[in-house]
Every structure is written in structure tokens, then in C-alpha cells.
């Protein structure tokens, strides 16, 4: 198979249910357009470094981040983190839409990761927040350093690990997150930069009118 394809990987659910996918393009973007995204998502986003409190203490997310839209709006929750909405840059706004293309479903948010190296990680989670709506579809981004993502099943605790690779893009079907979660475990020896972008969709109309 051409890293060119997409590769299609079936991730089972519930026992009665049909089997959710998980669509990875290896290559979605050229080593050049990856190079130069990468780099100008380090330099012009602009990084937020939030902390969370656990256990009555503050404790800073081991990773960089930020919340975009398509109208400012908006904000976004989890951990007890509020991030307010900062405009998509047409860039980031033409990359949602050229993914939309891809992928045949629309995007209008994007939460973006920084891993400075291999220290940063993203714990055990679901993107299943209420205003993603009840089956959300997520659309992963991965620029700079190779790093494993990990599914577990909600139930067996089976894992999928997956190495998602420079100008990569990872497609998660409906229902994925009501079974899984996922994470990226930190790794040893690490020095180089990995940026995520998760590309995800609100309905405008439900969240201004609070029914999300
Ligand atoms: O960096 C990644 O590949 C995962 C990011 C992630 O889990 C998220 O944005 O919810």
C-alpha cells in the first residue's frame, strides 16, 4: 500500500454493534507542506500554558494548546479549563476546509496541542463534551515528531496504538468516543516538537441559543 492511501481500520464496539473506523491518510500532507504548517503553527499560534487544579493544587497540562472557531463566540471546557475561542487565521480555516473535503464531514473548531518534547503528553480522555453533539466525528492533524496514540476500550481495556507520522491525518468515527478513549503517553528521549490539531464541529445555532 502507497502512503498515499488511506488506510481503514476497524475499531470494534459494543458486541452488537456494527464496528466504528478509524481512517488514516499516512500522508496526507508533503513533507514540505508539513515542514512549513509545522513551523508556522509553533510560530504564530498563540500558546497557552493552563494549569488544572488537582487535589486543591494547581498543576500545569504537560503541553501547550489553544481553542479556535469560526466566530469567536464560543469557548470551550474541560478539566476546569475555560479556553475563550481565538478566530481560525485564514490558514487554519482553509486547512478545516480542505479536511472537510477529504474526510466528507465539516469542521468548525480545532483544539491544537503542542508537545514541546517528549515530556508532553496528553492524558486518558474522550472528546465527547455535550456541545460536540451526541455521535461526535474528530479529525487529527499530526505535524513533527512521529508519536504513538493510543485507543482503549471502554470495557475489555483492549489498546490500539497507532504511530501517527508527519503530515499525517487520523479520521474518528461516529461512536468511537462513546467506546474509547484515547491518549498520547509521554516518551523517553524525545527532543523534538509535535503539534496536533483536532479538528471537531458545534452546531452554531444550538450553542448561541444555549440548547447544547
Ligand atoms: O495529540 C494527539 O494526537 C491527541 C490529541 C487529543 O487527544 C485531543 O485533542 O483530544
Keep these: 500500500m502507497s502512503l498515499f492511501d488511506r488506510q481503514v481500520i476497524p475499531v470494534p464496539l459494543g458486541e452488537s454493534d456494527d464496528p466504528s473506523e478509524l481512517i488514516l491518510w499516512p500522508q496526507w500532507l508533503s513533507q514540505q507542506e508539513a515542514d512549513s504548517l509545522l513551523a508556522q503553527s509553533i510560530e504564530n499560534i498563540p500558546w497557552r500554558h493552563d494549569s488544572i487544579r488537582m487535589f486543591g493544587k494547581l498543576i500545569p497540562v504537560p503541553r501547550l494548546q489553544n481553542w479556535f472557531a469560526d466566530h469567536t463566540n464560543t469557548s470551550y471546557t474541560y478539566s476546569g479549563i475555560t479556553m475563550g475561542a481565538v478566530l481560525f487565521p485564514d490558514w487554519m480555516a482553509d486547512l478545516a476546509q480542505s479536511i ?48 504513538v496514540f493510543q485507543l ?60 447544547s
Design 152 to 211: 482503549r476500550h471502554n470495557i475489555t481495556g483492549e489498546i490500539l496504538s497507532l504511530s501517527l507520522p508527519h503530515g499525517s491525518l487520523l479520521l474518528m468515527g461516529s461512536r468511537v468516543q462513546h467506546f474509547y478513549q484515547h491518549r498520547l503517553a509521554k516518551v523517553k528521549a524525545l527532543n523534538s516538537p509535535r503539534v496536533n490539531f483536532t479538528f471537531r464541529y458545534m452546531d452554531n445555532q444550538k450553542e448561541l441559543s444555549g440548547q
Design 100 to 147: 472537510g473535503k477529504e474526510t466528507c464531514h465539516p469542521f468548525n473548531r480545532a483544539l491544537v496541542n503542542y508537545y514541546r518534547d517528549g515530556s508532553d503528553s496528553v492524558d486518558w480522555h474522550a472528546d465527547d463534551e455535550p456541545e460536540l453533539g451526541p455521535d461526535p466525528i474528530i479529525s487529527s492533524l499530526s505535524l513533527g515528531a512521529e508519536r
